[in-house]
């Protein structure tokens, strides 16, 4: 209940004032969630659980257990505003329990402080200073005293034996100031009733709505001192407790407020709507401890949504790096679950498998590699004591990381505080050593001035008349020098208008630069993110209802702006949580009030453009330096020179007589009828309040009419968040085994729900993408965003796989499984498993063509990432499986295969793991398989350096040539990475083909390589030296496959390769494409959209060529279309993202490509067929002409326009004789195709036409109808072809080879 004026609550400064200590009516009694950690640790080793239960721990001393503490008085009682939790609030005063000291042990008081995140996500901070006070019950002395008798008898001469698990110890840590030694510590833990005074730990707390750490640590320790001091205080406590509950509001926004404590009065400010948020949390102590170059580091985990754990003896030291690091987000807030200080007994909740911000406090002496934690492969692991940090792998650098490092550090220099902290060897660090002191502090860009101005500026601060002086002496030329008397008065008249100390002045105004140094980076990054803002939805409502479908960000756009070293970190954060909800924030502001802190970095933005706008590209990634510095800290200095508000001073209250006694080093026990309540009218802040209060009730009443149901909208507003968004805190007031299990129900119904978020995504961009390619609609995702999606998709499942652990092994939850899976599958299997079946099955392309099986195997796959001596780790050997199953889309089989042992399952996982969730499994699997309805290349493309197995197939075609040739053929195969160079084939490899078991029907020819990775595959060079009696030789294809990811390449061919038949070709380029496996069983199991680029057709080389058919021809409407399309795609090329643009050869020379398409052109109206006589190529047509052009007398006597082309038939003379005279034997047709690629390369291609056009042969070559005698259409193609003359066409090595120009 709550005896105060409502409307006052929410702007007091303080709502309850707590004292937590011992009981002395219920006595000594086991730390309840110290018994069920404990228990719960018992069960997570296997050992017996029934010791466990009790919560009694001989094995130590009674002074180093745990007991029960209590709340033994708040006030008031409650207030509706912010409902008291009386256990999270003992909890977290007491994070340890009750502790007990003697006289000789350290019993200086500690303070620290939490916070308590409720369900809207709202925040409550708790200030506790914790000290000794000395037992004076007869019964908790003696209950010492048998239990330490107890101790003693059972571990007589032995010392405390040292917890077996890591974790366990954490639940009975020691303070700081405990004795190191084991000796120290046995005689320190002894206690006689007869010689030692007991002292046992209380805590008082003040819980307020505001972080005003200072003020509160203040307060807290003149009550200390009131009580410690010889003499009473001024007043009795109450009255000084009353005070700060009930008569000191909240300073205004933009004002500084001073009230009073015990013995001195104290100060606090709050910013203005328009500056940053209050962060009272000192950052010097953040870079004192970290390090400039550990905090950026993990400021970027925190940013990117990472587990974030850290690690100290000091609670205070968890707490400041917590809210030091996310008070630097702005305007960014943390999504996810965030427990700056997590109690021992809350260390299960560290198997969270979403990401989190977590405090742990450790045991002294403690070793790292002692501590056992569910889950590290995306952990950054903070030892914040020890100035130490572990990363995760693959983790994106902060854009223009040192430039940054650098500016931060020269605000710390500045400030004193040396950047590197404790941590001398980092390569930063090295760096910013070589920095000469002096000129950072000189440096007159950041806002610094050197160190006679400096001098200058504080002697003449306020100063009126020095300062007109100084800017008369500045204009005239006049050197001011320091004068000390003048100096040191305005020194004193400084100290006497500051109404805080020197250092809190000084920490508030380093906090205000490096948090601007922050947030205008975020302002460079995102300075047009408005523009990528999907505005789609036309009212709340159905923004709310709609909002998991909608796309509210154009990332791909966004990306594509964006300088090419910020990549990797914006793509992976633009992904994140606390991004989504930011453009959330900035989507709902079109219907309700801004967010505080979006409506800050809007003005920031839009002040930042109005500066700049000579500037044409504010995306540049020239870094630049924040340069407000000093301007930024001129409010904060204001507030503190001059104080806006002072609060009532303390009073006496209407106290019975005989209440408020006073004894030296005992907390009195409170009168708490003149604290339960504060005074009803007599109060103008009180009344301001309320009918501020008021009048913000009549504006909600009058929104909830007009707008949704509060309740609609929030139920809304909680399913549009992601996982993590209601688990941002450990529930701390019902720590029952089945609460947990509920929690952990959570969880599961959580990574389901984001499996099926990030598999859509995936399937959704990616077929996008792949529509694109064959002509629907527009791209939508990048390389980059791929490879992030995929690196999601990575960490989710090992969130997945560290849900319920029973025992850690290794950093891997996920590779962990595969080991003992393998290690079971092996005992039973021999260990001579072939990847390659050679049995009747067959894998079959879509052209009824065979290659031996390649056996779908887990084990195997796992052995492909065993043997990549490039990756060194557990974490990095899951994630190379995970892209390896998902390249051969067989991630989902893979998982149904692994979840098949259940017995292994069981004995890894509890029983409330995501892996142990039947239903929710299935419906894991069933998100996987949708992934394989898309082509992925996530694990060729980025193991670029490994070796590869390859198998090369050579099928002829039997009906018309021989099976096999009696010459020496050799093959080369090209890809995106390089290639495998020229290799021989041995005669004797001829393999027979056999279906149905009886019947022969293909002879080919087999070559296994091996080679560094590459890539995909574009062509292959096959040929052969035209030696032997069955020389000729008719290819229908080549067949080549990756034999790690599987992918099968064909690379038709249709054409002989022999002299004397066809186009004389001794070797053919051939162009590859991916072929889809669609044997029975695997075309239930995969599907894929349609080929980026199909390959040339042997239909069309034997039609136009070696059989001299007329099938399939083209009309002229429609080869003049192929001309455009083909020109037009090789535009949209060069228009890609140079990583996203893939295999130009395909463009040039696949069936739908420029060669292709002009050889149709140059086929039109050609008289090819001679009767008793050879075929004529389009290439005879070509040497002739340049015969013609070569010989000049012929061209004198031909038309006197020739003359204009002279230069221009020079040119194409030389070409057409390199091309003869190179060593490669490739054939008329390939000669062709050299000589239109390097056209294209040199873009001489619009010249080289109306040159063959004018050559007098063409009228003996050609039919009237031609589409080369046609000077429309010639004209056309010439213009079409001028569009690729702008961009730089770089050939294949492949394709050039032997050319020399």
């Known amino acids: 209940m709550s005896a105060n004026v409502p409307g006052s609550v929410p702007c007091r400064f303080a709502h309850y004032f707590v004292i937590c200590g011992i009981d002395t009516e219920t006595g000594l009694e086991p730390d309840e969630l110290a018994a069920l950690y404990q228990w719960l640790e018992a069960d997570r080793h296997g050992r017996t659980k029934q010791t466990t239960r009790t919560g009694e721990n001989f094995d130590q001393s009674p002074l180093r257990r745990t007991f029960k503490s209590k709340v033994l008085a708040h006030f008031p009682e409650n207030i509706e505003w912010n409902p008291f939790d009386q256990d999270a609030v003992n909890m977290l005063c007491m994070p340890k329990g009750l502790s007990f000291r003697t006289q000789v042990d350290n019993r200086d008081p500690q303070f620290h402080s939490y916070l308590i995140t409720r369900e809207d996500g709202t925040r409550t901070y708790g200030f506790v200073l914790t000290f000794y006070e000395e037992v004076t019950s007869k019964q908790i002395c003696t209950a010492m005293q048998t239990l330490y008798q107890m101790h003693h008898a059972e571990h007589a001469g032995s010392v405390c034996a040292s917890s077996s698990c890591s974790m366990d110890s954490l639940a009975s840590s020691t303070d700081e100031g405990d004795a190191t030694s084991l000796s120290k510590l046995h005689c320190c833990s002894s206690y006689d009733i007869s010689r030692d005074t007991l002292y046992a730990s209380k805590a008082i707390c003040l819980i307020t709505p505001l972080p005003f750490m200072q003020a509160c640590r203040k307060y807290l320790y003149q009550l200390h001192q009131a009580v410690t001091s010889q003499q009473p205080p001024p007043l009795p406590l109450e009255s000084y407790i009353h005070n700060i509950l009930y008569e000191v509001p909240l300073p205004p926004p933009g004002r500084s407020l001073k009230f009073h404590g015990v013995y001195e009065p104290i100060v606090c400010q709050r910013p203005s709507i328009n500056e940053l948020p209050l962060a009272d949390y000192p950052l010097r102590h953040v870079f004192e401890l970290l390090g400039v170059e550990n905090l950026v580091q993990v400021f970027t985990c925190v940013l990117l949504e990472m587990q974030v754990l850290l690690y100290s003896q000091d609670y205070q030291r968890l707490m400041t790096v917590a809210e030091g690091i996310t008070a630097l987000l702005f305007p960014f807030q943390w999504q996810h679950v965030y427990v700056p200080i997590l109690p021992a007994s809350l260390l299960h909740f560290l198997d969270a498998p979403v990401p989190y911000l977590m405090g742990l406090q450790s045991k002294e002496g403690t070793d790292r590699s002692k501590l056992e934690l569910p889950q590290e492969a995306n952990l950054c692991f903070v030892d914040i004591d020890n100035h130490f940090i572990e990363l995760p792998e693959d983790f994106p650098q902060f854009p223009n990381k040192l430039e940054f490092i650098q500016e931060i550090s020269e605000v710390l220099l500045v400030f004193g505080i040396p950047p590197e902290g404790s941590l001398h060897c980092s390569e930063s660090a090295t760096k910013l050593k070589n920095l000469a002191l002096s000129d950072l502090v000189n440096d007159k860009k950041n806002g610094n001035l050197p160190g006679d101005t400096l001098a200058v500026f504080e002697m003449l601060q306020g100063n009126a008349t020095l300062e007109r002086l100084q800017a008369l002496a500045k204009r005239t030329g006049v050197t001011v020098g320091q004068v000390d008397g003048l100096r040191s008065s305005s020194i004193k008249e400084k100290e006497t208008r500051l109404q805080c100390d020197e250092e809190e002045l000084r920490n508030a105004m380093l906090n205000v630069q490096i948090r601007e140094v922050f947030a205008h980076r975020f302002t460079q990054m995102f300075a047009d993110y408005e523009a990528f803002v999907i505005q789609s939805a036309q009212d709340l409502e159905s923004w709310l209802t709609n909002r998991e479908q909608m796309q509210n960000f154009d990332k791909a756009s966004f990306l594509s702006d964006q300088p090419e070293p910020y990549l990797p970190f914006l793509s992976h954060f633009i992904e994140t949580q606390m991004f989504a909800t930011f453009i959330d924030n900035k989507i709902m502001s079109q219907w309700e009030d801004k967010d505080p802190m979006l409506r800050v970095f809007d003005s920031r933005i839009e002040k930042m453009r109005m500066y700049n706008v000579r500037i044409p590209n504010l995306r540049s990634s020239i870094y630049q330096k924040c340069t407000i510095l000093k301007e930024s800290t001129q409010s904060i200095e204001q507030r503190l020179m001059k104080i806006d508000h002072a609060a009532i001073h303390p009073h006496l209250l209407d106290m019975k007589i005989g209440q408020g006694r006073y004894e030296q080093g005992f907390f009195p026990n409170l009168q708490s009828d003149v604290l339960a309540s504060g005074p009803t009218n007599n109060n103008r802040w009180v009344n301001r309040t309320a009918s501020t209060q008021r009048r913000k009730d009549r504006l909600r009443q009058h929104s909830d009419h007009i707008g949704l149901d509060n309740d609609l909208r929030e139920k809304y507003m909680q399913e549009a968040r992601s996982i993590g968004k209601n688990l941002r805190q450990p529930k701390l007031s019902d720590l029952s085994p089945a609460v947990i299990a509920q929690t952990n129900w959570k969880f599961v119904e959580g990574l389901l729900k984001e499996c099926r978020m990030k598999t859509k995504r995936m399937l959704v961009e990616k077929m996008g993408y792949e529509a694109v390619e064959l002509g629907h609609g527009e791209t939508n995702i990048t390389g980059l965003e791929e490879n992030t999606l995929i690196a999601s998709l990575c960490d989710l499942l090992e969130r997945i796989w560290s849900h319920g652990l029973q025992v850690k092994q290794g950093k891997s939850a996920l590779w962990s499984h595969l080991l003992q899976y393998q290690e079971r599958e092996e005992k039973l299997e021999p260990p001579a498993e072939s990847p390659v079946s050679l049995g009747p099955e067959r894998r079959k392309s879509e052209t009824g063509l065979s290659m031996p099986l390649l056996r779908v195997s887990l084990i195997q796959d796992m052995r492909h990432i065993q043997n990549m001596s490039e990756i060194k780790t557990d974490v990095g050997r899951a994630r190379a499986w995970i892209r390896l199953s998902l390249e051969k889309k067989v991630l989902s089989q893979h998982f149904k295969q692994l979840f098949s042992n259940q017995a292994l399952t069981k004995k890894l996982y509890k029983r409330y793991a995501f892996l142990r969730c039947e239903e929710e499994k299935e419906q894991f699997l069933y998100h996987l398989l949708s992934l394989n309805a898309v082509d992925y290349f996530c694990f060729t493309n980025v193991f670029t350096t490994i070796i590869i197995p390859y198998r090369a197939v050579i099928i002829p075609i039997k009906k018309l040539s021989n099976a096999i040739t009696t010459s020496n053929p050799w093959i080369c195969v090209s890809g995106e990475l390089g290639d495998s160079g020229v290799m021989q084939i041995p005669k004797n490899v001829l393999e027979m083909t056999f279906e149905f078991g009886y019947k022969p029907t293909h002879s080919t020819i087999t070559k296994l390589f091996k080679c560094q990775n590459l890539g995909k595959l574009t062509t292959a060079q ?196 390199a091309i003869n005279v190179t060593p490669r034997n490739i054939g008329k047709d390939g000669k062709f195709q050299l000589l239109v690629c390097l056209g294209a390369r040199d873009h001489l291609l619009p010249q080289w036409i109306p040159l063959l056009v004018e050559c007098p042969l063409i009228t003996r070559m050609y039919e009237e109808q031609a589409l080369l005698r046609d000077r429309m259409a010639v004209n056309s193609v010439i213009r079409v072809l001028q569009t690729v003359q702008e961009f730089n066409i770089t050939l294949e090595s492949s394709l050039v080879k032997g050319i020399d120009l």
């Open 1022 to 1217: 096959i040929g052969h030296d035209n030696s032997g009696i069955l020389a000729k030789w008719l290819v229908d294809c080549v067949l080549v496959r990756n034999e790690i990811s599987g992918h099968t390449y064909k690379f038709p061919c249709g054409r002989w390769l022999g002299k004397g038949i066809d186009d004389g070709s001794l070797e053919r380029i051939l162009i590859g494409e991916l072929i889809i496996p669609c044997t029975d069983e695997e075309m239930g199991k995969q599907c894929r959209t349609p080929p980026q680029q199909r390959s040339p057709t042997q239909i069309r080389r034997l039609s136009i060529t070696s059989l001299g058919g007329r099938n399939n021809k083209l009309n002229a409407a429609q080869i003049q279309e192929a001309v455009g399309e083909a020109v037009n795609n090789i535009v949209k090329h060069f228009h890609k993202p140079e990583k996203e643009r893939g295999s130009l050869t395909i463009l040039l020379c696949g069936e739908y490509g420029l060669v292709s398409a002009l050889e149709q052109f140059f086929y039109h109206g050609f008289k090819s067929s001679r009767i008793f006589q050879k075929n004529v190529f389009i290439w005879d047509f070509v040497e002739k002409a340049a015969a013609f052009f070569e010989s000049g007398d012929q061209i004198e006597e031909a038309e006197t326009g020739m003359e204009s082309l002279r230069p221009t038939s020079k040119i194409f003379c030389q070409y057409a004789t």
